[in-house]
């Protein structure tokens, strides 16, 4: 990827990785070269099984791990190379929400000074100015003034949420990670927080990259889908491509799992059943991490690990079954 932004683009990852290490010589290789081009205003879903890299990858994209190598270009600045104000602006940029709405709330602080916080890092308002921001912004997620006053053992899981997006929103920010900000909360609740985090995005422009394995909401929110596997993106595209023409065979796997609300309908429904297990990250296959699992393996996939091509316009798909010729050899073929 060239070290440039498109004017429409907020934040790049080039060759992002993020590793671990796992004892004395053995490393995880968290997020394994990662490349993502995120639009200003879209939401970006990044799926996949749980232990692909999904959090990990959100978490170094906005600078909560340290990259261990690669390039991350937030509005054309490289916030590796930021200091002082740079970085301090940078921060209020781009924000979080948790995937636990109750771990992720100090007990002892009341909801009020929890919104506030950071307004006393980034925006240093007067304490009447804070207070009317706080009741201002517990009305945008759905809640009345009086919460502000409340302990978080004192809501439910949705309010707890609602609490946390308030939170995020509380510095004015540009970008936003959604950590599986649903995946905690009860079926009945999880569409109310989509719903309003869709609506958020449409007064206030925000970007989300929104993290799931509930491909169902992701398809409801996403503009475009990011799929990872074992640390590594394996298929790039809009939302509606991915869902009726998915590519690599991992995606056309976690595609044909999703639940059909008609029964008529599920019943003929064609399934695809992975076979054995996800591999360990610490010994993860060589070349294709795919290929114990795929139905399409060849000996090409153990040579070389493929890498992420633009098969279409806009669709990008790391699978040798789209290589002309499998370069064998290059980009991957000595991991073990």
Request: net charge neutral.
């Amino acid at each position: 990827m060239q070290e440039t932004m498109k004017n429409d683009e907020i934040l790049v990852a080039e060759d992002l990785c993020k590793y671990f290490k796992a004892g004395r010589k053995q490393v995880v290789k968290a997020v394994d070269h990662v490349n993502i081009r995120m639009k200003r205003g879209e939401t970006l879903g990044l799926v996949g099984e749980s232990g692909c890299g999904k959090t990990t990858c959100g978490r170094t994209m906005m600078k909560l791990y340290e990259p261990t190598s690669g390039k991350i270009l937030f509005e054309g600045k490289d916030i590796s190379k930021l200091h002082g104000k740079d970085l301090l602006s940078f921060k209020k940029d781009v924000q979080i929400i948790f995937q636990d709405p109750y771990a992720s709330l100090d007990p002892r602080m009341t909801i009020g000074e929890i919104i506030s916080e950071g307004m006393d890092v980034h925006l240093h308002i007067s304490k009447e100015e804070k207070e009317n921001r706080v009741t201002d912004l517990l009305h945008k997620v759905g809640l009345n003034a009086e919460y502000a006053n409340r302990f978080a053992h004192e809501l439910s899981g949705g309010q707890r949420q609602r609490v946390g997006i308030a939170r995020a929103l509380a510095v004015e920010p540009k970008f936003i990670v959604c950590d599986e900000p649903i995946s905690a909360l009860d079926v009945s609740i999880q569409a109310q927080v989509v719903n309003l985090l869709m609506k958020l995005q449409r007064e206030l422009g925000l970007t989300y990259l929104f993290i799931s394995h509930d491909l169902s909401m992701v398809k409801h929110i996403s503009d475009r889908v990011c799929v990872m596997y074992l640390g590594s993106v394996v298929e790039l595209t809009d939302t509606e491509t991915l869902y009726n023409e998915p590519k690599h065979p991992y995606t056309q796997a976690l595609i044909s799992a999703i639940p059909e609300a008609d029964p008529d309908t599920g019943n003929t429904k064609d399934r695809i059943k992975l076979e054995g297990e996800v591999p360990s990250p610490l010994n993860p296959p060589s070349g294709c991490k795919f290929r114990t699992r795929c139905r399409f393996a060849t000996e090409a996939c153990a040579k070389a690990a493929p890498k992420l091509r633009e098969i279409a316009p806009n669709h990008f798909v790391a699978c040798h079954l789209y290589d002309e010729v499998p370069e064998a050899g290059k980009d991957g073929a000595e991991q073990k």
